[in-house]
């Protein structure tokens, strides 16, 4: 299947499966798309389940301004074709928490330079930057990832580094990366 059907496919699958009413509460949330179906995570899973991950795919999905599409795009991008050039320019056209927190849960958590990526992006002064990075080191320390002492000295610099006047998630993302680094180090 080509590129251009496959894009048809998957928009045919998300009009069918629409949810006007979750759809609604999003926007009235403050999740702003320019189209936003309003399907759950949990089906979101199963269309993407349907069609063979595709960097062509992917990318084009991502470009949209369609909350299931960027979702998708990260469900279907291929770790081994997606270059770390690539993510650092993703994780700048990264419009909300939302999206924040489904890319790196359905990629960039599984991307082989995932803890570097994790650190620089902490360390940027982008706080939708900041999130992805706290995010990423929080799912790489439930995954079990263990930081030598450098890198604990630096996640924990740069946790203490956020302000109490940033965002909601941002500081959630912190906490939630701490509660995960001190679970693994209680002695």
């Known amino acids: 299947m080509d590129v251009t059907t496959t894009i048809q496919n998957i928009k045919k699958e ?88 489904t890319t790196v849960m359905y990629l960039f958590s599984r991307l082989p330079y995932a803890s570097e990526k994790a650190f620089e992006w902490m360390a940027n002064g982008n706080e939708t930057i900041q999130l992805c990075g706290f995010l990423l080191i929080g799912r790489l320390l439930a995954q079990g990832a263990e930081l030598n002492e450098r890198s604990r000295q630096e996640f924990l610099d740069q946790a203490e580094s956020i302000s109490p006047e940033a965002s909601l998630p941002l500081r959630k993302a912190v906490q939630n990366a701490k509660n995960h680094y001190y679970s693994n180090h209680k002695n």
């Open 14 to 101: 998300l009009r069918a499966n629409m949810n006007g009413v979750a759809s609604s509460r999003m926007r009235e949330s403050g999740l702003a798309y320019h189209v936003n179906f309003g399907i759950e995570l949990p089906r979101l899973q199963i269309i993407a389940n349907e069609f063979e991950p595709n960097h062509e795919v992917a990318q084009q999905l991502w470009h949209e301004n369609v909350r299931e599409s960027k979702i998708l795009a990260a469900m279907l991008m291929p770790v081994e074709r997606f270059l770390p050039d690539v993510a650092d320019i993703w994780v700048e056209q990264i419009p909300n928490a939302e999206i924040a927190q």
